[in-house]
């Protein structure tokens, strides 16, 4: 048996977040054990929320969804 196709593959934990008001791009760790809901750019100081059926802000403006939705999980 191949141990590799017992374990799903591990998260990204890294994502690019795009600032919706300036469009500054700035790499960030996600949180695996909460959802971040609020983010400061801290380009124009913009207050960012998760879009409306998004759990997280690395949900609605990262490259990378957060690691539950990456693991097919729910988010919080």
Do not use: W
């Amino acid at each position: 048996m191949n141990a590799c196709h017992d374990n799903p593959p591990s998260p990204k934990l890294q994502a690019v977040i795009t600032c919706p008001h300036c469009a500054h791009r700035e790499t960030e760790t996600m949180p695996t054990d909460a959802c971040q809901y609020f983010y400061d750019c801290r380009h124009c100081g913009a207050v960012l929320k998760p879009l409306k059926g998004d759990c997280c802000v690395f949900c609605s403006y990262g490259t990378v969804k957060c690691p539950p939705i990456q693991q097919g999980q729910g988010c919080c």
